[in-house]
């Protein structure tokens, strides 16, 4: 295979929702460009994009694919993404190391939530997008309805570049307003028959073409003042038009296919490699150190690995995209994120599970390699006198948890070591050790993105697993002041035990003054400020430390062990066992004997007031509460309304966002446990939402009286 110049490489990602047939595209595209002999079909299980067996299980893509096309002297590298939004993390991937995106509709559904999820991903990053209408040949297929729907959704950007002459099983043939031709197809499709726009569609035809010729001038003045002079503009005017429209996102173009039928790819494929912008054009990388890194194969060699994958008979697969500079077979370079060597053996382009060798890739290409040593997803590689990371993928938050763990115990190391190396395929899968709920938690994108990780450890690895409701991370605090002392004493033989400590417990707000005076019961207690403590805690809130001793009743060197003491109380909450937070302690008096007290006897004297006290200050549970956004079709907006009410939510707002409405509310992380499978059947898999902490709120007293009863019952089993 050739050396392509960056200037001959385009990268693009594909996108769409499920059963869209970006699968069955890609193989109409790998067919026509002469990568594979024959074309393979979902249902057979024999294509290259959906290779792995969890793919072949379910019918869904869950990795997405690298695969490039050679064509009119232009490499196309495309990476087929996955279009659940359970395995989001692939198009994130995708569409960060690309610099174009083709969304795929499914002419039956046009615009679905799949669609405008993928889009509002191409809007956070910049890039430019073409609309790709696939599957013309279903029965319920309405072309002009789709595009109807694309621009109540996106605006006049939407520009259509071809109309199908007729939809349904008869489908053969488009209008082509661009080169103002019909393409049409026999059954067997493939290379279409190209004449004159016949003259029943010539009137419609002008019109779209003038509108296309309209939208291409729009977005370059040189090309408007053409434009204005001549009424029209040359073939490829309109291309450069195009070109720089789809840089600046000030126009979406839409296309036609039947990928089923192989109808209407090779003209796709033709406006890919000559419209859609090179690497070159597009805004420039930045660098972890806020630098800008040119694609320029003179610049210095850097590599950055977005993707692993584990394959049969082969392991780890890297693939890489070259940021800078050119990559040889041989070359010796370093890992910028964990300071270890690494030789690249062996250079590979990709199709699916196809892999050619090629000596060498040049800055903007995409290629992949095997055996490194140490690399993980997300690593640089640089050449000699190059210290450059990379660090611009950023994934969504999680949405669906649960606990994990294996059904035979000893299995646990064996089960911790394969998530974190599957992590490295999916970094939307995120897995947590929690000291705080004891359990393993592994976070994902939702129930089927779980699902799919419980099917590969039980049958790629064998390992039998259970998931369960995560516990909720609860905290603990107080409403009010209360005092309480403990005298710790033992004797048993040779040295006793004694330590006797008084304190004040307070609810702690940042800023707020200590008084001078606390009341108690008629009986006051005076404060005198010797030293003050903040502990920030890592679980959020501080604990304030006050030592207001006087006249030596307790020696200095008890104190840390008070603290001690005191920490492993607010460790382990007295209602349920969850964190205390928020706290002020004031140790204002105590006793202890000149040869029976030392550190251990302050420390449970200490620990055993600071109990007692929290449990007479008013102490109340907070909760978790997540900022939730759900988008769902208008037609379904009352039930999840309704079904959010029912989780406790708190409906912030409404609006809407082209074509769907924006639900936000605020709910208990508790409600949320199953929302994702819940919302999937209220709405028919229509809606999607995101959810991230926003903050602790005291739980209802319903609620809290339940949780201290449960924590009770435990310990008592216990």
Known sequence: MKVYQTNEIKNIALLGSSGSGKTTLVEAMLFESGVIKRRGSVAAKNTVSDYFPVEQEYGYSVFSTVFHVEWNNKKLNMIDCPGSDDFVGGAVTALNVTDTAVLVLNGQYGVEVGTQNHFRYTEKLDKPVIFLVNQLDNEKCDYDNILEQLKDAYGSKVVPIQYPISTGPDFNAVI??????????????????????????????????????????ENDEELMEKFFEKDSLTEDEMREGIRKGLIARGMFPVFCVCAGKDMGVRRLMEFLSNVVPFVSEMPKVVNTDGKEV?????GPTSLYFFKTSVEPHIGEVSYFKVMSGKVREGDDLMNANRGSKERIAQLYVVAGA???????????????????????????????????????????????????????ESDTEKMMVVLNRMREEDPTWVVEQSKELRQIIVHGQGEFHLRTLKWRLENNEKLQIVYEEPRIPYRETITRAARADYRHKKQSGGAGQFGEVHLIVEPYQEGMPVPETYKFNGQEFKITVRGTEEIPLEWGGKLVFINSIVGGSIDARFLPAILKGIMARMEQGPLTGSYARDVRVIVYDGKMHPVDSNEISFMLAGRNAFSEAFKNAGPKILEPIYDVEVFVPSDKMGDVMGDLQGRRAMIM????????????????????????????SLTGGRASFIMKFASYEL????????????????????
């Open 653 to 680: 707002g409404m609006s809407s966002e082209k074509g769907f409405e924006k639900l936000s509310a605020r709910v208990p992380l508790k409600e949320m446990s199953s929302y994702s499978t819940a919302l999937s």
């Open 699 to 718: 739980v209802p007293s319903d609620v809290q009286d339940k949780l201290i009863k449960e924590f009770e019952a435990k310990q008592t089993e216990e």
């Open 176 to 217: 082509d307003v661009l080169l103002m031709k019909k393409y049409s197809w026999k059954p067997e499709g493939g290379a279409p028959v190209i004449e004159d726009v016949p003259a029943e569609e010539m009137d419609k035809a002008m019109e779209w073409h003038k509108a296309l010729v309209e939208a291409a001038a």
């Open 354 to 408: 196809n892999r050619v060798k090629v000596e060498e890739l040049q800055a903007g290409d995409i290629g992949a390699t095997v055996k490194l040593k140490d690399v993980k997803t997300g690593n640089t590689l640089n050449g000699k006198d190059c210290d450059y990371t990379f660090d611009f993928i950023k994934y969504p938050n999680s949405k669906y948890s649960r606990a994990i763990r294996p059904v035979n």
């Open 294 to 298: 040119a694609p320029d194969v003179n």
